[in-house]
């Protein structure tokens, strides 16, 4: 079977981890130092999910929603998206339904799954906050530290899981 590529979007609010679980994912690495992703920063890295070769090609886009009018462009071919969080910030959380809602517009119905950051952190008390937002969208999520590396391969997978259902749903349907 040959290779499946699929255009995937983290989105979120900034500082919420989105370039660090994409380097953790990538290339292994974590580095303390925050940097603000200015326009868009495309990644690469081959998977196998299942027995399906995936070249996942990851678009972590800023995270700044005063720039939503912009999002829109990136958005264009998504077949899914990783809408990530900060456990530690409950803002970050609440605003994942604005995150959502932007992208269902452009892209429609996509695959997608919940990432909330940070879990190396204190615990946190907005687990429930999370799980209200799992619910409302119908959403997976994964808890994961890009610090420590703490399930960062588990949410790519799964979102590779979830683009390979929705081609065979579609497969089977036409």
């Known amino acids: 079977m040959g290779e499946t590529i699929a255009k995937v979007i983290l989105l979120g609010d900034p500082a919420v981890g989105k370039t660090s679980l994409v380097r953790r994912f990538v ?7 925050y940097l603000t992703t200015i326009g868009t920063t495309v990644s ?6 299942n027995s399906t070769n995936m070249k996942l090609i990851i678009w972590d ?11 829109w462009l990136y958005f264009k071919g998504a077949k ?9 910030r409950e803002d970050t959380i609440k605003n994942l ?14 695959p ?8 190396d952190l204190v615990p ?10 799992t619910k409302k969208f119908t959403l997976p999520y994964v808890i994961t530290s890009a ?3 703490e399930n960062v391969e588990k949410a790519f997978e799964k979102v590779g899981e979830l683009i390979l259902e929705r081609r065979e749903n579609n497969n089977v349907t036409s």
Do not use: P
Request: with cysteine; charged share 25%.
């Open 27 to 33: 290339d292994g690495t974590f580095d303390e130092k």
């Open 147 to 149: 610090k420590t590396g």
């Open 97 to 110: 339904s604005r995150w959502i809602d932007s992208f269902y517009k452009v892209v429609g119905d996509a």
């Open 124 to 133: 946190s008390k907005n687990n429930q906050l999370v799980l209200d937002m």
């Open 80 to 88: 899914a998206f990783l809408l990530v969080c900060d456990l530690t």
């Open 112 to 119: 997608g799954i919940i990432i909330t950051n940070k879990a």
């Open 44 to 49: 690469k890295k081959l998977v196998k999910v």
């Open 61 to 71: 886009i800023f995270g700044q929603m005063t720039s939503q009018n912009f999002h």
